[in-house]
Nanobody
Framework: QVQLVESGGGLVQPGGSLRLSCAASGSIFSINTMGWYRQGPGKQRELVARIASVGSTNYADSVKGRFTISRDNAKNTVYLQMNSLKPEDTAVYYC?????????WGQGTQVTVSS
């Protein structure tokens, strides 16, 4: 019905940058919210950022000022620009789409911040 495919993860040094992408396909409705969640080692999955189809955004306090979420509605794609990365950002990052009270999830992409 809905498929989400993430890309852009990798290994970077502290202070570096990465840009994650997530492309949605299938039965996508015009009113939806897309976002990024992450799960670090020994931690619960947490919201990183989300963006509605009308453009409103929410960010976790830990990433405000460093990460920027954006989307291309024509391509059903959401992006996460991550700057000034810290070791505590290390996690598997999951793409999420919510529409009509149903959540869909990508398979995840690993982000490792280490020197």
């Amino acid at each position: 019905q809905v498929q989400l495919v993430e890309s852009g993860g990798g290994l970077v040094q502290p202070g570096g940058s990465l840009r994650l992408s997530c492309a949605a396909s299938g039965s996508i409705f015009s009113i939806n919210t897309m976002g990024w969640y992450r799960q670090g080692p020994g931690k619960q999955r947490e919201l990183v950022a989300r963006i509605a189809s009308v453009g409103s955004t929410n960010y976790a306090d830990s990433v405000k000022g460093r990460f920027t979420i954006s989307r291309d509605n024509a391509k059903n794609t959401v992006y996460l620009q991550m700057n000034s990365l810290k070791p505590e950002d290390t996690a598997v990052y999951y793409c999420n789409l919510q529409q009509r009270r149903v959540d869909y999830w990508g398979q995840g992409t690993q982000v490792t911040v280490s020197s």
